[in-house]
């Protein structure tokens, strides 16, 4: 019998300890909830947009350069040797320093012509060139033979302050979201505090913007019939100015006054 009464009160303490554990539990978790509305109650949410128009001072081009049969006669070839020493002469003349002019591809084509029966297999090579003196963008061919280029094209621009204008962008944004959340606040007749979260959605595109250069895109062909010919070989491309934009979300703390 004592050994029962035992049991029944150990057993009893063990309930009430359980149940005032569940009380404090119900308890912290009642007064986290209300600390986290009354958190979440005082703040602003706004956003933060900031633009600017910036003209590159950097661009790159994709130039393509093949072989061809002057007349169509195989012991009249300009080769690719030729060809690229005339580009690579011109690019040095103009600016270009020699580790900014760079080989990207290496291909070849048939020849195929009414004059030639046996076609041959010529050589064409694709270069990446870094310019970066714009004003001798429009003569950077005009020694290089026109008949020997496949195509001219710009494949990416670039600015020498690319960061530190993507930075300034963003600071900017930050401050008009604080601007925007102090508007808000000033008008329930309160004051914004510190910044309790801001996410960056700004995607800086520099190549919005893409000009083609001149497509030369000759034939065999075609090369024999500009034997002789007069051509310019600029590429006559105006570089416009690029709009970058940035944007950010912010949430301020609220300050009653």
């Known amino acids: 019998m004592e050994q029962f009464l035992t049991y029944i009160i150990l057993k009893d303490n063990n309930m009430k300890k359980i149940i005032y554990l569940m009380a404090l539990i119900g308890l912290v978790s009642a007064s986290n909830a209300q600390t986290m509305t009354g958190d979440n109650a005082r703040r602003v949410s706004t956003k933060g947009y900031a633009e600017k128009e910036v003209t590159p001072d950097i661009i790159y081009l994709s130039v393509s350069l093949r072989e061809y049969l002057v007349d169509g006669n195989a012991r009249k070839k300009v080769t690719i040797e030729t060809l690229e020493k005339q580009l690579f002469d011109a690019a040095l003349k103009n600016g270009v320093k020699q580790e900014d002019l760079t080989i990207q591809n290496i291909y070849s084509y048939n020849n195929e012509t ?110 024999d019939m500009m034997e002789g010919a007069e051509e310019a070989s600029n590429i006559n491309i105006s570089i416009r100015p690029i709009k970058l934009i940035a944007n950010v979300d912010a949430v301020f703390e609220l300050n009653g006054k």
């Open 114 to 223: 009414k004059k030639n029966k046996n076609p041959e297999l010529l050589q064409a090579r694709q270069y990446r060139i870094k310019v970066t003196d714009l004003s001798k963008l429009n003569t950077l061919f005009d020694e290089v033979d026109s008949r020997g280029m496949q195509s001219t094209s710009i494949s990416e621009y670039d600015h020498s302050q690319k960061r530190q204008i993507e930075r300034d962008l963003k600071t900017e944004a930050v401050k008009d979201a604080r601007a925007n959340a102090e508007v808000l606040a000033s008008a329930d007749g309160q004051a914004i505090g510190k910044a309790l979260l801001i996410n960056d959605n700004s995607s800086f595109s520099w190549n919005d913007i893409m000009p083609v250069g001149r497509m030369y895109a000759m034939s065999a062909k075609s090369a």
